[in-house]
Structure formats: structure tokens, C-alpha cells
């Protein structure tokens, strides 16, 4: 069977997504899956290969080249975006350019994706700062990728050897959580997240469902009754669908060990209620994805670090593992 090509998106140029890049077109095991190709600047990643002693990209393709042979693509390579200055710019500093860059590298990559060039898309981070100087206000990828693909309903899911978990608010502050809570959000986040980990795990996954306040609310001491007013009723539409489900949790106990050996997946309120226990127990080996998409995209679980950025310190773990959810969900 032949293997699925993957765009993998560059990231801001600023951060370490050129490195973890490099790191994946040299790792010999990806190509055992899938066909990484990577949507940025060659000369960008040639220059930060002679930076980080990383090897510089083997098979580099011109837009044209890319639009007459992506069909019978056979190696990893370099899709050549070319217009970025890859001279002109100071790796680990934010800036407007870097970050139109980044965007342009992930509009490419969804026309691909459309245009059934490629199978699935696995993005390296991207900075958020250095996209609103360039004018970009989306507030990160999975808002970018539900748009330009035109999908009704969609989710940020985290999958990682440790715990699987669904964000049913992401990129907002605190006082802005409660206002967005709704059960038919809530259930929808909750029918996602089925439908994807049944797939991935072959079963009926065992689900559960935060709460919002400490305690799950305490039978109403805490907070104005989101629990029984907004997460409980979402919880029962799903158990009448025959979902495997429980919950509101109380969040500060509903990640620890023993729970986590009886839940396949959490469905978490807020960004940081899934973040925090996700990111210390997987930090390189979680991968973000967007489920209710037309064609895969997975992404890494970590930002730019623009502060250890071409310094040959960038762990290229969660983009290989990024790449090989892709191929597994293109599969």
C-alpha cells in the first residue's frame, strides 16, 4: 500500500519549527509511514541547517513541480514557497513578516488538502503575537483550519500515550469560558471526541466530562450552577445516544492515575484545565489535533520557544509524532 503524503507546515520562521523540521526529514522511521513534505523556504531551512548541524533538505520542489509530480511523490521533500527573505530576519524575534510567512505556509497547505494533493496536514507552531502584527486575528490554527475548510462543527483534541482530551472553549480568556458554555456545545464536543478515539482505539471509548468550578461545583456552593445547569444535561443527551460516559468530575482529581486506567477520553471546559495535566505528563510526545475536518490535521502540543530557537535544542518529538497520528488518521 502506498504511503500518505503529509504537508507539514513550517511554522513561524522565528521559532523552532524550521528545526524540528529538519529533524523529521532526517529521521529514517517516518518514511516507513508516511511521505512528509514540508510547505516553507528552502533557503530558510538551508540556512538553519548550517546553524544547527542538522542535514539540509535532499528533494526541494518548485510550486510548479509540486502541482505536476505531488501525485507520485516517493521521499520526503521541501515544498519551495518561495518570497520570504531568509537573510533578513533574527531567529527567536517575533515579527510581522515571520508571522505572515507562517500563515501563507498554512494557506497552502489547506488548498493542498482540498485539492486531495495531499492526505492530511501536520503544522509546526505557529506565533500568535507575531500573526496579529501582520494583521492575521485568527487565534490559532484549529479557528484557521474550521474556516478555510468550511466545517460546521469542529474541536481541539489532544492525543497522547498518557490521556486523550477535548477542549470545548480554547482560545479565550477566563471571563470569557462560561459565557461560551453551552450544552449543545458541549454534546458536540462530546460526539467529536467519540467518533475519533472509537476509530482510533477500535471500541466503544469510556468517556468523561469535567466540571467547570472546583469540586464540580459542590452540589451548587460553588459557582452559579454550570454543572447542573449547562455540563449535566449535554452529559445525559449523550448517555440517551448510548455513549460510555460520566461526569461532571471534580477537575483537580479527575486526572490522576488510577482514574486515568478507567477514561479513554476527557472532555475538558477550558484550555488550560486540559493543558496543564496533559502537557506534564506528554510534553514531547502529545499531538493536537482538529476533529471535524474534511482531511486529518494533527500539530505539535508546543509553541515556538523562540528562546532556545536555531540553537540545535528543539525536541522534534511531538512533530514526528504529529506526522505519524496524520498518516494513522489519513489511513
Request: charged share 20%; net charge negative.
Amino acid at each position: 500500500m502506498s504511503k500518505p503524503i503529509i504537508a507539514v507546515t513550517m511554522g513561524d520562521p522565528a521559532g523552532v519549527g524550521p528545526e524540528v523540521c529538519l529533524q523529521l526529514l532526517a529521521n529514517a522511521a517516518i518514511r516507513e509511514v508516511a511521505i512528509p513534505v514540508i510547505f516553507g523556504d528552502a533557503r530558510l531551512l538551508a540556512r538553519c541547517a548550517r546553524q544547527t548541524g542538522l542535514p539540509a533538505p535532499k528533494r526541494i520542489l518548485s510550486e510548479i513541480e509540486w502541482d505536476e509530480k505531488c501525485a507520485t511523490l516517493d521521499e520526503p521533500a521541501v515544498l519551495d514557497l518561495f518570497g520570504f527573505d531568509a537573510e533578513g530576519f533574527t531567529p527567536g524575534v517575533v515579527s510581522a513578516k515571520t508571522g505572515a510567512a507562517a500563515y501563507r505556509y498554512i494557506e497552502k497547505s489547506i488548498q493542498a488538502a482540498l485539492a486531495k494533493q495531499v492526505a492530511a496536514v501536520a503544522t509546526a507552531p505557529i506565533n500568535k503575537e507575531a500573526l496579529r502584527a501582520a494583521g492575521i486575528m485568527y487565534p490559532g490554527h484549529t479557528e484557521m483550519f474550521a474556516e478555510k475548510m468550511a466545517s460546521e462543527r469542529s474541536c481541539m483534541t489532544f492525543f497522547s500515550d498518557e490521556m486523550i482530551c477535548s477542549l470545548v472553549t480554547v482560545h479565550i480568556g477566563y471571563q470569557e469560558v462560561v459565557p461560551a458554555l453551552t450544552s449543545a456545545r458541549i454534546l458536540e464536543v462530546i460526539e467529536l471526541t467519540a467518533t475519533a478515539v472509537q476509530r482510533a482505539l477500535g471500541r466503544k471509548p469510556r468517556l468523561a466530562v469535567c466540571g467547570l468550578n472546583p469540586h464540580a461545583g459542590e452540589h451548587g456552593l460553588f459557582g452559579q450552577g454550570e454543572e447542573e445547569k449547562i455540563i449535566q444535561p449535554a452529559i445525559a443527551a449523550a448517555q440517551a445516544k448510548g455513549m460510555t460516559i460520566e461526569g461532571p468530575l471534580p477537575p483537580d482529581t479527575a486526572f490522576i492515575a488510577a482514574k486515568r486506567k478507567t477514561v479513554d477520553a476527557y472532555i475538558c471546559m477550558y484550555h488550560d484545565q486540559a493543558l496543564i495535566p496533559l502537557k506534564a505528563l506528554a510534553f514531547d510526545s502529545a499531538v493536537n489535533t482538529t476533529l471535524g475536518l474534511p482531511v486529518p490535521r494533527t500539530s505539535v502540543d508546543h509553541g515556538t520557544a523562540c528562546d532556545i530557537a536555531w540553537q540545535g535544542k528543539a525536541n522534534g518529538g511531538s512533530l514526528l509524532a504529529a506526522v505519524q497520528l496524520a498518516a494513522k488518521m489519513a489511513s
